[in-house]
């Protein structure tokens, strides 16, 4: 059983910083790609960042130059540095993976974890 357990989240202001982490779990052999998604009220979910298992990076044009991703391979671990933060980027924040786990590659997704940005 793998999990992705997700923290990090909250309420900030305008023009502030969060960092969100998010480590996997479990019966785990190889992790793929490691990324984030985020869903507002009222809006499909979508993808903010994702970062390969060789280091290649993919970002929304929304948050380029404001957000970073990075992961720690020793740890199974992703994370978000959102710097710059506005309004529109509430959401709620779901940490996704691709895990080999030996057997088949499956993906995993986290809870989920609220980002509030007040203006």
């Known amino acids: 059983q793998v999990q992705l357990v997700e923290s990090g989240g909250g309420l900030v202001q305008a023009g502030g910083s969060l960092r969100l982490s998010c480590a996997a779990s479990g019966r785990i052999l190889r992790i793929n790609t490691m990324g984030w998604l985020r869903q507002a009220p009222g809006k499909q979910r979508e993808l903010v960042a994702a970062?390969?298992?060789?280091?290649?990076?993919d970002y929304a044009d929304s948050v380029k130059g404001r957000f970073t991703i990075s992961r720690d391979n020793a740890k199974d671990t992703v994370y978000l540095q959102m710097s710059s933060l506005k309004p529109k980027d509430t959401a709620v924040y779901y940490c996704h993976a691709q895990i080999f786990d030996g057997l088949e590659t499956d993906h995993y997704w986290g809870q989920g974890t609220q980002v509030t940005v007040s203006s």
């Open positions: 970062v390969a298992s060789w280091g290649t990076m």
